[in-house]
């Protein structure tokens, strides 16, 4: 079954600490995702890609590095974390005119 | 700025009433609206869809668009505490793939 999933599902990491989320999907989607979800802000796009070597800057993409390195992997780079960058973490793939399917999420915590 | 807003922020409804809630774009290029229903805990997952003006029914969801006024609502009929979520709004951009979302709308079903 074609699915998004993300690893790890929690992680805890200390102020100033590297971190790297993974995202792998099995869509054969173009598009991929990665979102932050705060209480009382809904979905915020951080980056996107629309294909492997590509990247596309999101909404609040300030601290955060992607890196798209297959048409199936897209991942999220912290590489000083901060206490702001505590979040739950989606991401997501898509083609065009069809809709998002999301992962289970990877709940940070920044300490 | 918030391309999408929806109201309310959050909704309370006895089981067996009716939901409603609302969303507006104020990007005029969008093209395309999704519902998409997130469980506590959960990842989001598609609702329903609509691109034509008029209205759409599935079961006891029913989603309408006024595509002059980029506005779309969702009714739920029969409301149920397994509906008790959050009920985020998308939108479509079409001059490319990018979607926004809504903050959500908080909808809990009381029994």
């Known amino acids: 079954e074609a699915a998004v999933t993300q690893s790890p599902r929690n992680k805890v990491t200390v102020t100033g600490g590297n971190v790297t989320l993974s995202c792998r999907q099995t869509n054969s ?24 070597g590509n990247l596309q800057i999101g909404d609040v993409p300030d601290g955060y590095k992607a890196t798209r390195t297959t048409q199936e992997d897209f991942f999220l780079l912290l590489e000083l974390a901060s206490p702001s ?7 997501a793939s898509s083609d065009v005119g069809s809709d998002y399917t999301f992962g289970s999420g990877t709940r940070l915590l920044v300490i | ?11 309370i409804v006895p089981e067996g009433g009716m939901a409603s809630l609302n969303c507006t774009s104020s990007d005029r290029n969008v093209d395309y609206f999704w519902w998409y229903r997130q469980h506590s805990g959960k990842s989001p997952k598609m609702l329903m869809s609509i691109f034509s003006n008029g209205e759409k029914e599935e079961g006891r969801f029913t989603v309408h668009l006024n595509k002059a006024s980029l506005h779309t609502s969702l009714h739920i009929r029969d409301s149920q505490p397994s ?4 009920y985020l709004c998308a939108a479509r951009r079409n001059s490319n793939n990018r979607i926004f979302f809504g903050d959500g709308t908080q909808l809990v079903v009381k029994p």
């Open chain 1, 85 to 91: 960058q505590t979040s739950l973490y989606f991401c």
């Open chain 2, 83 to 86: 509906d008790s979520a959050l």
């Open chain 1, 29 to 52: 989607h173009n598009y991929m995702y990665w979102y932050r979800q705060d209480t009382g802000h809904g979905l915020r796009l951080i980056h996107y890609s629309y294909g492997a």
């Open chain 2, 1 to 11: 700025q918030q391309k999408v807003q929806q109201s309310p922020e959050s909704l």
